[in-house]
T-cell receptor, first 116, second 117 residues
Framework: AQKVTQAQTEISVVEKEDVTLDCVYE???????LFWYKQPPSGELVFLIR??????QNEISGRYSWNFQKSTSSFNFTITASQVVDSAVYFC?????????????FGTGTRLKVLA | DTGVSQNPRHKITKRGQNVTFRCDPI?????LYWYRQTLGQGPEFLTY????????KSRLLSDRFSAERPKGSFSTLEIQRTEQGDSAMYLC???????????????FGPGTRLTVL
């Protein structure tokens, strides 16, 4: 069975602090994809990053960075110098080739509050 | 706007009534997904279409739920005899997956929030 765990329900930080959102996944498939999405108060899920299981290279995009470690089945997301606009719910998702669907299995999300 | 659109954005209905939601995906996308999201949870997969073919349905999709994508473009999700437990946000997503390509990121619409009284 596939599963995504985001143990942090809610995190509050003060603006300009760095914050890391944890994501642990479970799957027996050797081919899979991991994603992070942002859901601001407006409700629309915004795509942030995709990573496939064969690419463990970490990625940085502006203030965002992602750390993928297959050894610990983790795909953590760090925001550097957080801003109030980063306040949102962040979801980690797993996609596996079950029946060719590649449907997403989402975690329960982490609500990030960045205080001014 | 060339993103995924959903209508209506909000729907309030009485228990036992039927409701229908519409999703217009990004025009060139061949895959369309429906998810349901309840408060404090992540979205849960309901069903998916490859062009006009509905290829998988979750066990969450009871017999009261039906989805169509008649011409491989827009899709509708109908819930018959609504129950209070159906209250949720219904999300639509689309993606473009080419031949031999495993997956692609899904682009989500703003959702339809259903409240069943």
């Amino acid at each position: 069975a596939q599963k995504v765990t985001q143990a942090q329900t809610e995190i509050s930080v003060v603006e300009k602090e760095d914050v890391t959102l944890d994501c642990v996944y479970e799957t027996r498939d050797t081919t899979y994809y991991l994603f992070w999405y942002k859901q601001p108060p407006s409700g629309e899920l915004v795509f942030l990053i995709r990573r496939n299981s064969f690419d463990e290279q970490n990625e940085i995009s502006g203030r965002y960075s992602w750390n993928f470690q297959k050894s610990t089945s983790s795909f953590n997301f760090t925001i550097t110098a957080s801003q109030v606009v980063d306040s949102a719910v962040y979801f980690c998702a797993l996609s596996v080739p079950t029946s060719g669907t590649y449907k997403y299995i989402f975690g329960t999300g982490t609500r990030l509050k960045v205080l001014a | 706007d060339t993103g995924v659109s959903q209508n209506p954005r909000h729907k309030i209905t009485k228990r036992g009534q039927n409701v229908t939601f519409r999703c217009d995906p990004i025009s060139e996308h061949n895959r369309l997904y429906w998810y349901r999201q309840t408060l404090g949870q992540g979205p849960e997969f309901l069903t998916y279409f490859q062009n006009e073919a509905q290829l998988e349905k979750s066990r969450l999709l009871s017999d009261r739920f039906s989805a169509e994508r008649p011409k491989g473009s827009f899709s509708t999700l109908e819930i018959q005899r609504t129950e209070q437990g159906d209250s949720a946000m219904y999300l639509c997503a689309s993606s473009l997956v080419g031949a031999g390509q495993g997956t692609s990121e899904q682009f989500f619409g703003p959702g339809t929030r259903l409240t069943v009284l």
